[in-house]
């Protein structure tokens, strides 16, 4: 069974690590924090898929820290590495921040960083 880590200490923000990036991967840092990533998002009561870049095989580009989404994500992907994907599960008040899961008793995304630099061509800025 896949470990879970608490990644706030209070059960804010739950990480299980679907599968491991390579050990020399890179991973977002202070000097690089653009990401591109590949996500779905989940109601967790019924397991409904909110949103997607699986879709369209679109890409969500970022920058980590700025506040361009929901704190969770904040969180989870500075943990990450490239091409390592991750399932995350949040706390009700960062499930309230999405309008499509504010119904939800919680929501869980699964994403998969792509590329450490974001170019520009995904949906965020």
Do not use: C
Request: aromatic residues 4%; glycine residues 8%.
């Amino acid at each position: 069974m896949a470990e879970v880590a608490d990644l706030t200490g209070d059960g804010g923000v739950l990480k299980t690590v679907v599968r491991k990036a390579k050990d020399d991967a890179i991973a977002p840092t202070d000097s690089l924090p653009l990401v591109d990533v590949h996500y779905e998002g989940t109601l967790a009561e019924n397991g409904e898929v909110f949103d997607t870049t699986h879709e369209d095989n679109s890409i969500f580009s970022f920058e980590i820290g700025q506040g361009a989404v929901i704190k969770a994500w904040d969180i989870a992907l500075r943990t990450m590495k490239k091409q390592r994907e991750l399932a995350a599960a949040t706390k009700e008040e960062e499930k309230k921040k999405r309008e499509e899961a504010k119904a939800a008793a919680a929501a869980r995304v699964q994403a998969k960083l792509d590329a450490k630099k974001g170019k520009g061509k995904g949906k965020g800025k």
